[in-house]
C-alpha cells in the first residue's frame, strides 16, 4: 500500500520522492521493539556471545556474571524477538544466534561495532 502524504510546502524537496516508499507504521513498531533488545548492556553481552559460540544457559550466566534466573529472563526476549533459538541436549538447552536475516545483520553490526572478527566467519 502506497503511503499518502500531503506536504504543507511543496518545494521539490527529496522528501516528496521517498515518503511513497515509506514502510508502514507498524513495520517501524516492530524495528523499534528488536531494537529496544539491543538497549540493554546485559542483553547485549548475551548476544555478543552467542554471535561466536553455542553455549548453555548456565555458561552463560557465569561468562556474564550474572543469575541464571536473570540470564534465562534476556535469552526468552531475544528468543521472542528472533534472534537467537535454543536446541536442548541432554538436560541442558544451549543458545546461539538465531538463523536469520535480521540477527545475521545485527551479528556483523556487533562485530563492527565492538572491532571484532568472528572466529566463525566464513564457516557458514
Not at 513495520?27 to 548453555?56: M, N, P, V
Not at 553490526?109 to 572478527?117: A, K, P, Q, R
Request: aromatic letters at 6%; proline letters at 4%.
Amino acid at each position: 500500500m502506497e503511503n499518502e502524504h500531503i506536504l504543507p510546502h511543496q518545494h521539490e524537496s527529496s522528501l516528496e520522492k521517498i515518503l511513497p516508499f515509506m514502510p508502514e507504521t507498524e513495520h517501524f513498531t516492530e524495528a523499534a521493539a528488536l531494537f529496544a533488545q539491543l538497549c540493554d548492556g546485559s542483553r547485549l553481552k548475551i548476544l555478543w556471545l552467542l554471535c561466536h559460540c553455542e553455549e548453555c544457559g548456565t555458561n552463560i550466566a557465569a561468562a556474564v556474571g550474572m543469575s541464571p534466573a536473570a540470564v534465562s529472563h534476556h535469552l526468552k526476549l531475544l528468543r521472542l524477538h528472533g534472534l537467537v533459538s535454543g536446541c536442548r541436549k541432554g538436560k541442558e538447552i544451549y543458545y546461539t544466534l538465531a538463523d536469520s536475516e535480521v540477527a545475521h545483520l545485527i551479528h556483523s553490526m556487533i562485530d563492527d561495532l565492538f572491532s571484532t572478527t568472528c572466529p566463525n566467519k566464513g564457516l557458514d
